[in-house]
């Protein structure tokens, strides 16, 4: 609770600073993300300053220490199981790949290293309102006009926007949703609320069930732990499943068709005979592909999810391989990795082939854990933990300035959010989700500096504009 709140008239509040110049662009470099000019420039501006501040000063918050050891692991990890070398990082294959997760990472080692001001928090919160505004009059456009330029190349029925693919899209806007939503309840703003949830409609458009599955995790997260109010579970659970009968099938026909299909029972059986095939099986990724092959080797059912039944079995074989230390990053995409002769808690790859490539477990858990073990996998959602309970904590410290708590109480709902979309996707290695999450995370890490401590103290600087 705040004893005392300062109010610090500063002249210059107004005024775009390097840091929320760098935030700006990080932001909407991800909605025009297929454009990539913004993003890169962006990610410029923050490795600029985290090459400067890392040098200068070097003081750097001990989450973002904990990012770091994350990030040698993976490198070390790499380099001794042969995966990668030292030219690899220059190679872009590398940062198309297994890199994606470390330049999504990019943004929360920046503000690791700075501080922000109230004013700074305020610019990164605007510019995801405006990316909402100006993403639902897209969608709009697209709905009622039918732009095709704002589809999927080749899926004029998904809503992509500036987006590379469904997933993207529908994991960017389930974000801006998600934000969106949090954000104006606990502010009690009603209209930054209805947009929030106006934001579902391009979310479920684009064609994703891994955003929609992350926006019903966080609709059950503060429903029941966050804000517990039966009458309000009630009416949501009411209002949900009529508008999951109506309004779905009337925005987009064939994400409807397959986020119901997940509800039948031979959605179940498939998924079941599909694990089983997989298990005794000698598969290996990369040996198989839907779009040459056809559907022959799969049991009936719905395509995309059997195909990751199967990538989450070799991810697992994998796992069992090396249970402790994995078969080495970059190493998924390689099935010619070999192990040496040891005990198989304590074993370790040894050779294979460099394999640089996009292809993941579609699953961030299975994934991690194949390349970088049990270890490695603890080791990262430490990180995510962490963050967790220090927005829980700054929400609390900051109970008296409703603007300030609403902004952390959105912050746990993206840790929940992105968490979720990782079950079926590779979201913690998506650059799509992972570099807004990871700047609004940083930004309020780099709030809190000193602030969370000393919660009476903390200075709120006038927005001028």
């Not at 993300?33 to 090459?51: D, H, K, N, T």
């Not at 704002?150 to 992509?160: N, Q, R, S, T």
């Not at 979720?420 to 650059?431: F, N, W």
Request: hydrophobic share 50%; aromatic share 14%; with cysteine.
């Amino acid at each position: 609770m705040l004893k005392k709140l300062e109010l610090n008239f500063n002249p210059f509040s107004w005024r775009w600073t390097l840091l929320s110049f760098t935030t700006f662009f990080l932001l909407w470099g991800t909605f025009f993300i297929e454009i990539q000019v913004p993003l890169l420039v962006g990610l410029l501006f923050a490795v600029s300053i985290i090459f400067v501040r890392f040098f200068g000063r070097g003081i750097i918050d001990k989450l973002g220490v904990l990012l770091l050891a994350n990030i040698f692991y993976w490198l070390i990890s790499g380099f001794l199981t042969g995966s990668i070398n030292g030219f690899d990082l220059l190679n872009m294959k590398l940062w198309n790949g297994d890199g994606r997760i470390i330049i999504a990472s990019i943004p929360f080692l920046l503000f690791a290293l700075v501080r922000v001001t109230h004013g700074e928090l305020k610019h990164t919160i605007n510019t995801m309102l405006w990316m909402g505004i100006i993403g639902m009059v897209l969608y709009v456009s697209w709905f009622t006009l039918g732009v095709s330029w704002l589809a999927g190349a080749g899926h004029p029925d998904e809503f992509h926007a500036f987006l590379s693919s469904h997933t993207g899209a529908g994991t960017f806007f389930g974000c801006l949703a998600t934000f969106t939503t949090i954000y104006g309840y606990q502010k009690k703003n009603w209209m930054l609320t209805l947009l929030g949830l106006a934001l579902v409609g391009p979310t479920f458009s684009s064609g994703s069930r891994e955003s929609l599955v992350g926006l019903m995790a966080v609709a059950g997260w503060y429903l029941v732990l966050r804000n517990p109010k039966p009458h309000l579970i009630l009416g949501t659970l009411v209002v949900g499943t009529v508008l999951f009968v109506t309004l779905p099938a009337f925005i987009s026909q064939k994400t409807y068709e397959r986020t119901y299909g997940l509800l039948e029972w031979s959605f179940v059986t498939g998924m079941v005979a599909q694990a089983e095939r997989a298990a005794a099986s000698n598969w290996q990724f990369g040996d198989w592909d839907v779009e040459n092959e056809g559907t022959e080797s799969l049991e009936e059912g719905d395509v995309t999810t059997l195909v990751r039944i199967q990538l989450w079995v070799y991810a697992s074989k994998r796992v069992l391989e090396s249970p402790l230390f994995g078969m080495g990053w970059g190493h998924f995409n390689d099935p010619n990795v070999d192990f040496i002769d040891a005990a198989p808690f304590l074993s370790i790859a040894n050779g294979g082939v460099k394999a640089l490539a996009p292809s993941t477990a579609h699953n961030s858990y299975f994934h991690i854990a194949a390349e970088s073990g049990l270890i490695g996998l603890a080791l990262y959602l430490a990180l995510w933990v962490a963050l967790y309970m220090r927005c829980s904590r700054a929400a609390g410290a900051f109970e008296a300035v409703l603007d300030l708590q609403a902004y952390f109480v959105a912050m746990q709902a993206l840790v929940v959010y992105i968490l979720t979309c990782a079950l079926t996707g590779h979201a913690l290695g998506s650059p799509s989700v992972m570099v807004p999450t990871m700047v609004l995370l940083g930004v309020g890490t780099a709030f809190l500096r000193g602030n969370l401590f000393r919660p009476e103290q903390v200075r709120l600087v006038p927005m001028g504009s």
